[in-house]
């Protein structure tokens, strides 16, 4: 009995340790912007905190910030929400990086470039939004790249 009982026991801890990843969900809000949502569906609250970083897809050795050896053009802590708007940038090339804990790191990619439609709107906005430094501006403007 206790050998049944412990290989339950050593069953359910797996599967428990295992359904620990979180639902990454990303909304294209076809105005320049994108939502993105870390949720853990075991754990509500312990995406809070998480690293979403827009990381340009090229090698790169300038003095910015980088995070695989490419730049980082944008980076922000998700709030108690779990979830941020966040813009996109203006090149085709680049993924979504989540930093929840160490041993949870994802990169988002299936991800819709800006399209020509959402442009005018778009530099409006990040011209507009002062939660923004100038360099973030540059960066998903396009106007830098170190």
């Keep these: 009995m206790k050998k049944i009982l412990l290989s339950l026991a050593l069953v359910f801890t797996t599967l428990i ?16 912007t994108m939502n993105i949502s870390v949720k853990f569906p075991n754990d509500p609250g312990d995406a809070i905190g998480s690293e979403i970083s827009i990381i340009l897809d090229k090698p790169y050795n ?18 108690e929400t779990e979830e941020m708007t966040i813009y996109k940038p203006k090149t085709k090339k680049f993924h979504i990086h989540v930093f929840v804990m160490p041993g949870h790191e994802y990169d988002v990619t299936d991800i819709y470039p800006l399209s020509k439609a959402e442009k005018e709107k778009w530099n409006d ?7 923004l430094t100038q360099d973030e501006k540059d960066y998903l403007l396009g106007n830098k790249v170190d």
Excluded: C, Y
């Design 17 to 32: 340790s295992f359904s620990h990843n979180p639902d990454i969900i990303l909304k294209d809000n076809k105005d320049g």
């Design 125 to 131: 906005m990040i011209n507009n939004d002062s939660t």
């Design 62 to 79: 300038g003095s910015g910030k980088t995070i695989g050896g490419s730049l980082v053009l944008f980076q922000r802590n998700l709030g």
